[in-house]
């Protein structure tokens, strides 16, 4: 476990020397990130109060909401890009097969490999949410827990990637319903009650509801027990089935002897 | 030099293979995997090898380019899977203990993209440690030590691509050294060497890993010169297939007086062998590489970076 730990620290440490290499590409994203934040500020002061009916649940403030709701798409697209472009990225670097010739675990190195782009993604968050108030314990639990649902689509999504270099379906899917249905950019419950049904499918849905109520309206443990338990259950089988995904999408490539190929 | 077969002494097996073979099935298309069509065919780059190679030993493996040399190399590093037979290395089998095996070989590959190349030499030997489950003060004074062997302690906090490509090939020497391996894979690593460079790699190699440290070495040629004078036994590999293996001083005798390497490579295989590069020439190799940075940074030849 502290071996983990202690790898993972590794990995952040080479992808900040790496990204630092690049000062002038690292200062570009962040006053990017911060110009897209902008841009929502001005869209919210816009809305005003018209939209107060659905955002009420949520403590009424459109510009803290679409915050959480992008953050989260950033996390989501992390996994599911992250994943397989750190995949293709040490295969065409040539860094992949030197690192699985040591005793580290294929998954482990693929997993940690994305860690840096978790923590940029997080900088939105800490930008412009206001966490007085906030229950800061149950929205880290729930952080974790999206972290472990959409790390595991993105493993899936990377198993595709080793087998087929290029054309991922579950990015495609998860992508183009997640911003849709899984309410970034609004509440849900302005979508037809139909459509609805499609958002209670997505890891997406739960984990923005349970985050928007930890940290815009401090609920308890106790109140978000329908979100975090959707969460586990999600966890429950999207991990080993990413993880059976990953290992035989390994093995067919070192059968293939593609393992390098992109 | 033939070191295990005086005195009857039997030494423990450092790698064993038995008909070990690898086919790659030509790869089909979607729509043929859906239409269930029947593969177009394989290549076998691998075909029944045996092998028995005893620690300590140095165990070249000559043949051209597409002879399988890489192949059987990967399959014993537990990169690719074999379709048949066995292998075992330093006696835990390939496809059963990968992590047993990984966890007791180093690997040199002459891939210099293999590093990070905006990270310095000793980022990159520090995060390639941590892969060997070295962390902290320990990796540091192994990395430290393993700097000084490669003789790269001066350049250790310069990038890698601003290394020269001998500067990178011990690099790629100390990483594979990082986990103290009993047996270390060597693919073709004077290949894209200068010949005083190469010559520097190989008195390296024989002085530093050989003599000081008793590694099992099992290293990949396209260099006669190399393999006659690096390797305790020789095997020349052709079309997937072992074709002979001896000592070279052996092997050349079987062919009588005056025979050479390359005599011995077209009479097994009835081709004639042509070499990558020169080999013999006495040159100041790597300590070039130093002097190169002390005139004012250059490191000789510069690459672009990644």
């Known amino acids: 476990m502290i071996a983990i730990y202690r790898k993972a620290l590794s990995f952040v440490r080479r992808s900040y020397v790496l990204q630092m290499s690049y000062k002038f590409e690292f200062f570009l994203r962040l ?11 001005f869209v919210a002061k816009l809305i005003g109060t018209a939209g107060m009916k659905y955002l009420e649940p949520y403590g009424g403030d459109y510009f803290s909401f679409v915050l959480i709701g992008i953050a989260f798409s950033g996390y989501l697209m992390v ?13 065409m670097m040539g860094t992949l097969e030197a690192m699985l010739v040591t005793p580290t675990d294929a998954s482990a190195i693929i997993t940690l490999s994305t860690l840096w782009s978790f923590i940029f993604a997080s900088f939105r968050v800490l930008l412009g949410v206001s966490l007085a ?33 290029r054309g991922d379906p579950i990015n495609m899917l998860f ?9 970034v950019f609004f509440p849900i419950s302005v979508l037809p009650a139909w459509l609805q049904t499609v958002s209670h499918l997505l890891p997406m849905t739960y984990s923005l509801n349970g985050m928007r109520h930890a940290l815009l309206q401090g609920y308890t ?26 290992r035989y999408a390994v093995r067919k490539a070192k059968m293939e002897g593609t393992l390098v190929h992109y | 030099m033939h070191r295990y077969s005086g005195g009857g002494i039997i030494r423990e097996t450092a790698i064993e293979t038995c008909k070990l073979t690898k086919t790659f099935v030509v790869s089909r298309g979607i729509t043929d995997l859906i239409r269930r069509r029947p593969s177009a065919g394989g290549i076998t780059p691998v075909d029944g090898v045996d092998l028995l190679i005893r620690k300590g030993e140095v165990f070249g493996i000559l043949g051209p380019n597409g002879a399988g040399k ?5 399959i014993l590093c537990t990169l690719i899977l074999p379709t048949g037979g066995e292998a075992r290395v330093n006696g835990f089998d390939v496809e059963k203990e990968s992590g047993r095996v990984r966890e007791s070989i180093g690997l040199v590959t002459t891939d210099e993209r293999s590093f990070y190349w905006r990270l310095t030499g000793r980022q990159n030997l520090e995060f390639f440690a941590s892969l060997h489950n070295f962390f902290s003060d320990d990796a540091r004074y192994m990395v430290d030590e393993l700097l000084g062997i490669v003789d790269l302690k001066y350049a250790a906090d310069e ?15 100390a990483r594979g050294l990082l986990n103290d391996p009993a047996v270390l894979f060597m693919d073709e690593p004077t290949r894209s060497l200068d010949p005083g460079a190469a010559q520097g790699l190989r008195d390296f190699i024989k002085k530093e890993i050989v003599e000081e440290r008793g590694k099992t070495i099992f290293i990949s040629t396209h260099n006669l010169a190399e393999a006659e004078e690096l390797c305790d036994q020789v095997a020349i590999f052709d079309d997937g297939k072992i074709k002979v293996i001896g000592t070279p001083a052996d ?29 013999g020439v006495t040159a100041p190799g790597f300590r070039r590489d130093r002097r190169g940075l002390g005139r004012g940074g250059g490191f000789g030849r510069r690459r672009g970076g990644v």
């Open chain 2, 70 to 74: 890489t192949t059987l190399i990967k």
């Open chain 2, 251 to 279: 092997l050349k005798a079987s062919l009588g007086d005056g025979s050479k390497l390359s005599d011995v490579f077209l009479h097994h295989t009835g081709k004639r062998f042509e070499e990558r590069g020169g080999a």
């Open chain 1, 175 to 183: 992508m183009s319903t997640s911003e849709l249905f899984g309410g």
């Open chain 2, 159 to 173: 990038r890698f691509l601003n290394y020269s490509a001998g500067m990178k090939q011990k690099m790629a020497i």
């Open chain 1, 133 to 165: 108030g906030a229950n800061v314990l149950a929205a880290l639990i729930i952080l974790v827990l999206t972290i472990v649902c959409f790390s595991s689509i993105g493993i899936l999504s990377a198993s595709f990637i080793m087998i087929f270099k």
């Open chain 1, 79 to 91: 996994s599911l890009r992250g994943f397989s472009e750190s995949v293709r990225d040490e295969q």
């Open chain 1, 221 to 246: 443990l106790r109140e978000l027990t329908p979100e975090i338990g959707t969460l586990v259950l999600f966890s429950a089988i999207l991990v080993p089935l990413s993880l059976l995904a990953f």
């Open chain 1, 31 to 41: 006053f990017f990130m911060f110009f897209n934040i902008l841009t929502y500020y």
